[in-house]
């Protein structure tokens, strides 16, 4: 039987603690804004549309760091199938692989299996959305030029760990009875990228070509 929702998505499966907004603040409000929207029913399409008179980068942070939280807890759910063995390389199906660069220990394209991979991406997020210099949570300081470079780089990656989990773990998701939920997430992430032109389109060839997962089917 289908563990239900509460059970799957528990916070002992969250591959990373979660980042927290801070009570009082702009973005802890524009965060029960987002919150309050999806709760609702409304149309996704309209949930990820700027707010008037909010700032787009504060927008964007909002939602950089809500995606990295959710998508951490659905690859949580399946990384205890996600092995050496299993996913000996970080890939998306036979026909995409990614390798892993960071400039600094890995300073070239490297080849991984995808816990590692995923470790260091997770590391990698959160210690970029724990910048200051990148995103300030002081009133006053602004962000810095390159803001929206840095969450493009940070959404085109955790669009990988969708990428992983649709094509090699969505037997797992299933039968956890999680695909809806999975689903959904992805449908919102998908929209807001799109909105505000986050992601080129070629960087989601792996799930609009995939037949296990059909794109046109979870964004319709």
């Given at each position: 039987m ?104 890995y ?43 840095v ?35 992805y ?17 989601l ?10 794109h ?5």
């Amino acid at each position: 039987m289908a563990l239900c929702l509460g059970q799957v998505f528990s916070k002992d499966k969250t591959f990373r603690p979660r980042k927290r907004f801070e009570p009082g603040t702009q973005r802890f409000e524009l965060y029960k804004k987002a919150q309050a929207s999806l709760k609702s029913g409304l149309d996704l399409r309209k949930v990820v549309q700027l707010p008037e008179g909010e700032n787009i980068n504060d927008w964007i942070a909002v939602h950089v760091v809500d995606f990295f939280n959710r998508i951490n807890l659905i690859y949580g759910t399946v990384s205890e199938f996600c092995t050496e063995r299993t996913c000996p390389i970080m890939s998306g199906g036979l026909r995409y692989e990614y390798r892993w660069q960071d400039g600094h220990e890995y300073r070239r394209p490297t080849k991984l299996p995808a816990l590692k991979y995923m470790n260091l991406l997770m590391d990698w997020i959160e210690t970029n959305i724990n910048n200051e210099d990148i995103f300030p949570t002081r009133v006053g300081v602004p962000f810095p030029k390159n803001f929206q470079q840095v969450c493009k780089k940070i959404l085109s990656r955790l669009f990988r760990v969708f990428v992983h989990v649709y094509i090699h773990h969505f037997d797992s998701v299933c039968s956890m009875g999680a695909e809806a939920h999975i689903n959904t997430c992805y449908k919102h992430y998908y929209y807001f990228i799109s909105e505000f032109s986050l992601i080129e389109h070629s960087e989601l060839e792996p799930l609009v070509r995939n037949e296990v997962c059909c794109h046109s089917f979870l964004v319709k």
